[in-house]
C-alpha cells in the first residue's frame, strides 16, 4: 500500500469523528488554486494533537507532516503515521527529518508543519519557531499560513500510557466551531535572500504569528457578537480543499 492509501484511512476515521463533533467554518480557500504546481509548506498556527486529523477531514488529497515522537508512542498511531509517510522527529534525527522533508516538498506534495514546534503538542503558549521556514527556504517553496481554532473552553485533556508507562497527554473536542483560515502565501521569491540570517527566519515567523493573532481576534469578535449562535456544531466540513 502507498502512503496516500494509508492516509485514507485516517481520513476515513477523521471523516466521522469530525461529523460528530465539530462545524468546519472555512475561509481563504480562493488562496489554495493551482497549488500542486507548486513546491509549498503549510505553516499552521499552534496546534493540538486533533488538528492532524481535522486537517485530513478538510482536504482532499494527502499531504505530510512532521510530528514529535509522542504520538508515535501509541501503537496504533504509529503503525498508521509511519505507513502515511508521516515524519518522526528526535533529538537525534533532526537534520535527518529536514532533508527527507525538503524531498517531499521538492516532489510537489504539501508539507504541514506547526509555528510553534514539529508537527503536534498540547496547545501550551510557546515561542514562534523557524523550522518551518528554514525548510522552505531550503527547498525553494511558497509558505502558507493556515490559522486553525476551536472556541474557547472546548478542548478536553486526555492522556494514554506507553509502553514504558510513560504518560501521554492529547486533546479532543466536542460541540464547538472549527476555525481553519488559509491567509495569502508567502511567495519564495518575495521573502527569500540568497543568504539568509537567523535573524531574518525569525522575522518571518514573527510576521506569521502576527497575522494568526489579528486571525484570532477577527474569530473572537465574530463569537462575541453572536455570528454562529445559531450554527449546529456538529457536520464537520461542507466544502473540501486541495492543499
Not at 44 to 51: E, G, L, N, R
Not at 61 to 79: D, M, Q, R, S, T
Not at 134 to 161: Q, T
Not at 223 to 236: D, F, K, N, P, S
Request: glycine content about 8%; some cysteine.
Amino acid at each position: 500500500m502507498t502512503h496516500a492509501s494509508y492516509f485514507k484511512l485516517l481520513k476515513l476515521y477523521s471523516d466521522i469523528w469530525a461529523r460528530r463533533h465539530c462545524r468546519v467554518e472555512l475561509s481563504g480557500e480562493e488562496h489554495l488554486k493551482n497549488v500542486g504546481e507548486e513546491r509549498r509548506v503549510y505553516i499552521v498556527s499552534h496546534p493540538t494533537t486533533w488538528d492532524l486529523p481535522m486537517l485530513a477531514h478538510i482536504g482532499r488529497n494527502n499531504y505530510y507532516v512532521i510530528v514529535a515522537e509522542g504520538p508515535f508512542a501509541h501503537p496504533l498511531v504509529k503503525w498508521l503515521f509511519s505507513n502515511a509517510g508521516f515524519l518522526q522527529v528526535t533529538k537525534d534525527t533532526g537534520n535527518e527529518v529536514i532533508d527527507k522533508a525538503c524531498q517531499i516538498v521538492a516532489a510537489r506534495h504539501p508539507l504541514i508543519i506547526s509555528l510553534k514546534g514539529y508537527g503536534v503538542d498540547f496547545g501550551e503558549e510557546v515561542r514562534a519557531r523557524t523550522g518551518g521556514i528554514r525548510i522552505a527556504h531550503a527547498a525553494k517553496a511558497n509558505i502558507y499560513p493556515v490559522h486553525l481554532r476551536i472556541e474557547e473552553g472546548k478542548r478536553i485533556m486526555k492522556g494514554f500510557k506507553g509502553a514504558g508507562g510513560t504518560n501521554y497527554p492529547f486533546t479532543v473536542f466536542h460541540d464547538t466551531m472549527y476555525f481553519a483560515t488559509f491567509l495569502p502565501p508567502l511567495r519564495y521569491e518575495e521573502y527569500a535572500k540568497e543568504e539568509m540570517s537567523y535573524e531574518d527566519y525569525q522575522q518571518i515567523a514573527y510576521s506569521i504569528e502576527a497575522k494568526f493573532t489579528a486571525t484570532q481576534e477577527n474569530i473572537e469578535r465574530a463569537l462575541l457578537e453572536g455570528r454562529y449562535a445559531g450554527v449546529a456544531r456538529r457536520g464537520g466540513c461542507r466544502t473540501q480543499v486541495y492543499y
